[in-house]
């Protein structure tokens, strides 16, 4: 089992509508949370981060966090197609501070 | 703010050829990552500074890698001889303070070995 797992994807949605993204994680002493958006040829770039159980809202995005389920997701309202990109979970490994990665899912808006 | 310089942004060598990618974070930031990135394999950490002494380098696939970070504005990382298998885009990323702070990506160098 990977540490943090994402479904690859791609993921298609139809502009408008919400997008949602889910990121799995094993280390339950976790308790730092990131999104990265990383447009094709381009590096990851920090969109989100949550450390407390709940919702975290900024403009269009919303990060959810579920410590007792073990996942994070995050929503993306009223979608664009400049959102297409491919959306990287990371986790804080409490074991050693180590900042772990998934695969990321590959997001498509679909104009 | 500048943000995360890596030079080159494209690196085309032969196998066996060394190679050296560089570095410059951002001021005042006092970790400094070195990312290999693969379709396969997604986002692997290779090694982390922390004020300038390597920390973890337990991501280095081999011998033929190695890096430096001489001082806190300046990173290397050289791989020697390098491998068809080694053609990537390799990143850099700094970060200020302990894990939970943002981590800022360079641009990436992509690096095709033939």
């Known amino acids: 089992q990977k540490e943090v797992e994402q479904n690859s994807g791609p993921l298609s949605v139809p502009e408008g509508a919400i997008a949602s993204l889910n990121c799995t994680y094993s280390?339950?002493?976790?308790?730092?949370f990131f999104w990265y958006r990383q447009y094709s040829g381009k590096s990851p770039e920090l969109i989100m981060f949550?450390?407390s159980n709940g919702d975290k809202e900024d403009g269009r995005f919303t990060a959810q966090l579920n410590k007792a389920s073990q996942y994070v997701s995050l929503l993306i309202r009223d979608s664009q197609p400049s959102d297409s990109a491919t959306y990287l979970c990371?986790?804080?490994?409490?074991?050693?501070?180590?900042?772990?990665w998934g695969a990321g899912t590959k997001l498509i808006i679909k104009p | 703010d500048a943000g995360v310089i890596q030079s080159p942004r494209h690196e085309v060598t032969e196998m066996g050829q060394e190679v050296t990618l560089r570095c410059k974070p951002i001021s005042g930031h006092d970790y400094l990552f070195w990312y290999r990135q693969t379709m396969m394999r997604g986002l692997e950490l290779l090694i982390y500074?922390?004020?300038?002494?390597?920390?973890?380098d337990s991501g280095m696939p081999e011998d033929r890698f190695s890096a430096k970070m001489p001082n806190a504005s300046f990173s290397t990382l050289k791989i020697q001889p390098s491998e068809p298998r080694d053609s990537a885009v390799y990143f850099c990323?700094?970060?200020?303070?302990?894990?939970?702070?943002?981590?800022?990506f360079g641009n990436g160098t992509r690096l095709t070995v033939t």
């Open positions: 949550i450390y």
């Open positions: 280390d339950r002493g976790s308790q730092s």
């Open positions: 500074f922390n004020n300038n002494v390597p920390i973890d």
């Open positions: 990371a986790v804080i490994r409490d074991s050693n501070y180590q900042l772990i």
């Open positions: 990323a700094s970060r200020k303070g302990p894990g939970d702070s943002p981590l800022h």
